[in-house]
């Protein structure tokens, strides 16, 4: 007898229908037969579910079983096709009646006792089974939450094989999962970070306001123990809410590399990740013989930080420069090509010079001009034109640290970022530019133009400075926020004047 499950193969983040075929003839030994592109992880799966459905109380089909992954032109990897491949065999075999069987979607990873585990990538299965109009999906029972953001469709959660196989013959029914969207979205506004708790920094903070208002990439540069680090791991505190869309797409991301933490249906707030200064460019970027979403994917409409930003290989900050502009990494392999969204803001930060003081009134720097020389060249100057802003982030005195009063704090700095964002929500509605940081040529044009002193102040700028046409570009876009934040039309001289000083890295050079 022939069975048809439908269950999916996940290519880079998205899933691909694929049909599991289980034939089990009258003929032959009972030794299965995979074919289809699987895996070795998939090969690995008659294994598993012969221990499986024996401890199940079932028994595994006595006769020649060959099992179809469908496409076969498309790749098959991970152990989700187990509980489909089982649960075809079970119908296939006549020992589970289920005639709605092929009204689903179905993956799970199976224990050898014949429980559920498991599997990555299931709100990519649930946006598929959503837009091919399958009338419900069947995953283990800890992604179910994870499956049911996507309200169109029913979500069961299984949590072993003989219960998936009654919930398909109707012997055992099952209240679909319900998930309260709203409720994450509001528990996600709570954060246990404040930049109140940095003490003095009035100036980067101001920085950091104007860079979360455009989504500018920045740059931070000063002593150790200056509070970069600090400020840095603040910066979702005062960041726009995520949107529904782009929660979907961020959650996605993780849940594709396996990444998501567990109970967590959604994430419903900015991601931040900050990887070791020894990562690999595969790492970073994406990558592997089956490609896989790298940390800027991970960082998708969040932040990437980058501590010790001198300290990492050469190859791996230039691989930085074409995903920074594009916002999306593309791999391509002889077999397939896979992209994956990486719409991030570039936190960086670095000190002056090896020794780290070279800008520190309080201690002196035992750096040779050569050696600081050497040690910012392994910056490269087209990497340091992509990021909008350079800030100094000095070392403050004992006065500063000691102050009673707390500072300007995330509360009144996200006050100042949403007021900005509205403005260019409002400004770019209808297209795809989503921040004054992507603006385009012809966006320049028209929301940043100058007057006549601003078109002198600019000339003098890039003259004396030496800037490129992208730092150029940047300087704009970075006065188009900064007059966003005052509530202003235009681009005057003040918000230019501003926009210029935060290329440190220029003026130094």
């Not at 709203?182 to 109140?196: I, K, M, T, V």
């Not at 800027?296 to 501590?307: K, R």
């Amino acid at each position: 007898m022939l069975a048809r499950i439908h269950s999916t193969a996940l290519l880079g983040i998205e899933a691909h229908p694929c049909e599991v075929e289980v034939d089990v003839t009258g003929r032959g030994f009972g030794i299965p037969t995979l074919v289809g592109l699987p895996d070795s992880a998939v090969k690995e799966s008659t294994d598993r579910i012969r221990s499986a459905l024996l401890n199940s109380g079932y028994f595994q089909p006595k006769t020649r079983t060959t099992i179809n992954l469908a496409p076969a032109s498309l790749r098959k990897e991970g152990p989700a096709f187990d509980l489909p491949i089982a649960l075809g065999m079970l119908i296939a075999d006549d020992q589970v009646a289920a005639p709605t069987a092929e009204d689903y979607l179905i993956a799970g990873e199976l224990a050898l006792d014949g429980r559920v585990r498991p599997v990555r990538g299931v709100l990519s299965m649930a946006l598929c089974c959503r837009d091919q109009g399958f009338a419900g999906l069947l995953v283990p029972r800890e992604n179910a939450e994870e499956a049911a953001v996507v309200e169109e469709i029913d979500v069961f959660g299984v949590t072993s094989l003989s219960e998936a196989a009654g919930l398909l013959s109707g012997e055992l029914p099952l209240e679909p999962t319900t998930l309260n969207v709203q409720a994450l979205f509001q528990q996600a506004a709570d954060y246990n970070l404040d930049f109140a708790e940095v003490r003095g920094q009035e100036a980067v903070k101001r920085a950091l306001t104007v860079a979360a208002a455009g989504s500018h990439n920045v740059l931070l540069l000063g002593p150790p123990g200056t509070g970069k680090t600090m400020l840095a791991k603040r910066m979702p505190t005062i960041l726009p809410p995520l949107s529904r869309q782009e929660s979907l797409e961020t959650t996605q991301i993780h849940s594709a590399a396996g990444q998501l933490p567990r109970g967590r249906g959604l994430l419903a707030t900015r991601p931040v990740r900050q990887p070791h200064h020894s990562i690999s460019i595969a790492a970073l970027v994406g990558g592997g013989t089956v490609p896989t979403a790298g940390e800027v994917s991970l960082a998708h409409h969040g932040v990437l930080f980058l501590d010790e930003f001198p300290e990492f290989n050469r190859p791996v900050l230039e691989s930085l420069r074409q995903v920074i502009e594009d916002g999306q990494v593309t791999i391509s392999r002889a077999h397939s090509s896979v992209s994956f969204p990486a719409a991030f803001m570039l936190v960086a930060a670095m000190n002056p010079c090896p020794c780290g003081y070279a800008t520190d009134a309080r201690k002196p720097c035992k750096c040779s001009p050569p050696q600081i020389d050497r040690y910012m060249a392994r910056i490269s100057g087209p990497l340091l034109e992509r990021i909008d802003i350079h800030v100094e982030v000095p070392a403050l005195p004992i006065e500063a640290l000691r102050e009673v009063r707390e500072g300007t704090g995330s509360a009144a700095m996200r006050e100042q970022v949403l007021q900005a964002f509205a403005a260019q929500q409002a400004r770019f509605a209808g297209t795809p530019v989503g921040s004054n940081a992507r603006m385009g040529t012809r966006q320049l044009r028209t929301f940043a133009s100058l007057d006549g002193d601003g078109e002198r102040l600019l000339r003098q700028a890039v003259s004396e400075l030496g800037l490129s046409a992208r730092a150029h570009d940047k300087v704009l876009r970075v006065a188009r926020t900064i007059a966003d934040l005052a509530g202003a039309e235009t681009v005057t001289v003040p918000h230019l004047a501003e926009a210029i000083q935060y290329r440190r890295l220029d003026r130094a050079l």
